[in-house]
């Protein structure tokens, strides 16, 4: 068997597991950059290990001659061109689930930061502020729930608020009657549960059809005072929109773990040496006008990463490289490139 060149992406974490697992298969390499911005030295790889930052279109495929395998660290595989990929017989694998129960929590995390007003009140106290004023919250018990997208996360987003004595409304396109009875939710259309839910979270995937899911049309239904919680993809929500409705006290807050265009800049000193078209820039300064509100709580993409997910991921993602070079191929997200990827 031929000793393959396996290169990660976006990793700063423990090499030795995937070293130590992958070694028998060929030579592991880490990058703590995205594969955009280190193309040159995968040139001759025949496996990619990516997060979501690495953008891996057309023009990074051209460059990649010797590529078989894209094995993204993620739910999620926008960010990779899969039609191309599947032209090239180059297999794209994914990370079906890992952190349902994660995200979950996470989203908890930021409904409860805004509901009781703790980032604020951390804020206020670092700065020997012990009053009061202005932080008065509000119990979840009784409140609707509107949950956008009702798969594995959002399923357990649903549980943990019926916990805490919540009513919730879900909205999915595969809806299941016989969950919802069970769990003790209702289903119910998009623009209901936009009416009548004190905090709206969205848990839908990404893709061309939900792109501005929640768009200015969709925020001017929101009761006053609702909070819009978003830790699914910032590309669902409309950000000129979102900023619109706060601007409006429409909405009451919003914790975003995700922002619409996070994916361009990794630090704040790229803005300056990288030419981004104009609807790009436009939605980095809306995501730094959010940033600089009291009634908006932002976490940098981080609902996943608790150790129990991250090792998840970590263990699928190797399964997957072996089972790929072993022939037997597992989450495998383009059925056309099946078989036909170029022989090792």
Do not use: C
């Amino acid at each position: 068997m031929r000793q393959r060149k396996i290169g990660f992406f976006e990793f700063e974490n423990d090499m030795r597991e995937i070293e130590e697992r992958l070694s028998p298969y060929g030579k592991v390499t880490f990058f703590k950059e995205t594969l955009n911005k280190r193309v040159p030295e995968a040139v001759e790889l025949d496996v990619a290990s990516v997060g979501i930052r690495s953008r891996v279109t057309k023009p990074v495929f051209d460059r990649l001659p010797n590529m078989q395998l894209v094995a993204t660290r993620s739910t999620g595989y926008e960010h990779i061109d899969v039609a191309e990929a599947s032209q090239r017989g180059i297999s794209v694998a994914n990370i079906p689930t890992y952190g349902e129960y994660t995200v979950a929590e996470h989203t908890f995390a930021l409904i409860l930061a805004l509901s009781r007003n703790v980032h604020k009140a951390h804020v206020r106290t670092m700065q020997s502020d012990f009053s009061l004023e202005g932080l008065r919250g509000f119990d979840l018990k009784g409140k609707t729930l509107g949950v956008v997208g009702a798969g594995h996360i959002g399923l357990h987003v649903i549980k943990i608020a019926i916990g805490f004595g919540m009513r919730v409304l879900a909205f999915d396109v595969s809806p299941n009657p016989f969950m919802a009875e069970v769990v003790g939710f209702e289903y119910a259309d998009l623009d209901t549960i936009m009416r009548e839910s004190d905090i709206i979270t969205l848990h839908a995937p990404y893709s061309p059809k939900t792109h501005h899911l929640i768009d200015r049309n969709a925020l001017e239904k929101v009761k006053q005072g609702a909070l819009l919680i978003n830790t699914s993809r910032g590309s669902l929500v409309d950000t000129e929109a979102l900023v619109w409705v706060l601007d409006e006290g429409i909405l009451g807050g919003a914790g975003l773990d995700v922002l619409e265009g996070e994916e361009f800049v990794e630090e704040e000193a790229e803005i300056l040496s990288t030419a981004y078209s104009v609807e790009t820039l436009a939605a980095l300064v809306r995501n730094h006008i959010l940033a600089r509100r009291d009634n908006v709580v932002i976490t940098p993409h981080i609902g996943f990463y608790s150790r129990e997910a991250t090792d998840r991921i970590i263990d699928t993602t190797i399964e997957n490289i072996i089972g790929f070079i072993d022939g037997r191929l597992q989450n495998v997200v383009n059925p056309v490139a099946r078989g036909e990827h170029r022989a090792a």
